[in-house]
């Protein structure tokens, strides 16, 4: 299941067999002259089956959506052995229940995804990559609304990391430069695209100076090219390389909260963390244009391996209190598996629950589709 099937560039459809790998797909529309948006850390190596099956989100999710929002029509092997053909590359088609979005996300409780119609739009004719300092998640918060707003919704990437992440990136990879000059709490990676070339570097620079003059933004550079705009990204990206190779485990808690509260659950966050394991490191980095935050713990400088390990489910439930406290959930984009399922029932209404037992028993009674997964 390795074929890309079809690209039309009239209908801005690709159509790509499970096994495809996502940058695969994504040169596929490349040469097709379109742009496939989903874009992740892991794109060389993972597949389309298992980003729509996991929902996957990555850096774009702000202006494109995640997984689910890029698909039009799947094709998918039942429990029972039946195919469902449901390969269509329809915009609209109220029809009855939106089956294919069953599928996308479930994890492969339901069924095996073997093919996917997804979405392609125009190719960007100009990129603007800027790094900035700023000194508060509050200021960042306003910095996503005048970019978008300034930009008419051309921010494509709005990535947040605290200082503790850029500290630890520039730690473990010391040929990086740092990108700015002054030292901030927090710094935000933006990136804009547009389909008219000449017009958006102009307009991003007005939009910084208005942010200047409002004092959220207090240090920046704007890419110059290309490799200057992967330099900026590098940073960002080894991020989870970095925690890797520091000495302490890392606890991970991949949540979500509304825009509105990202301030609110950091400060929360942090406060419970320091009181649970003083001197512990938050390295809190991710998507924040769609209210995703990598909320990742090290050990204090020093602490003993053992030791600390044992903190790490109290530490994982302490955070998710704090993201239920600001209507977050425990999971934004890396699902729930078997780590994450018994929490998973305290978190979700009985309803919803029952609902997802419901919709399960209907397509897989003899629970054959990755057992002890999710439910």
Known sequence: MRRIRAVSPEDFTLTAEAGVTLAEARG?????????????GSEGTCNIGGVLSTNAGGVN????????????????????GRIWHGLNS??????????????????????????????????P?????????????????SLLSLAQERSGGGATSFELMNAATVDLVLEHFPDLPRPVETRAPFYALIEFSSGMKGTLRGVVESLLETAFEDEIVTDGTI?????????????????????KN?????VKCDVSVPIRHVPGFLKDADAAVEREAPGARVIAFGHMGDGNIHYDILGPEGAEDAAWRQKASRLERIVHDVVAEHEGSISAEHGIGQLKREELTERKSAVEMDMMRAIKAALDPQGLMNPGKLL
């Not at 702000?62 to 029509?73: F, P, Q, T």
């Not at 029809?95 to 093919?115: M, P």
């Not at 004719?125 to 700023?134: I, K, S, Y």
């Not at 520091?246 to 890392?250: L, M, N, Q, S």
């Open 28 to 40: 596929a529309a490349e040469e097709a002259g379109r742009l496939l948006p989903l874009s992740i």
């Open 61 to 80: 999710v702000i202006r494109y959506g995640n997984a689910r929002d890029l698909v039009l029509g799947l094709e998918a092997v039942l429990p029972d």
């Open 90 to 123: 329809l915009r609209k088609n109220n029809t009855g229940y939106d089956l294919k979005h069953l599928f996308v996300g479930a994890e492969g409780t339901l069924g095996i995804v073997t093919a996917a119609v997804l979405k392609l739009f125009p190719r």
């Open 125 to 141: 004719a100009e990129r603007v990559t800027t790094l900035l300092a700023v000194p508060s998640a509050q200021a960042a918060v």
């Open 223 to 243: 890419a110059e090219s290309e490799a200057q705009a992967e330099g900026l990204w590098t940073i960002r990206h080894n991020a989870t390389e970095a925690m």
């Open 246 to 250: 520091d000495p302490t485990y890392c």
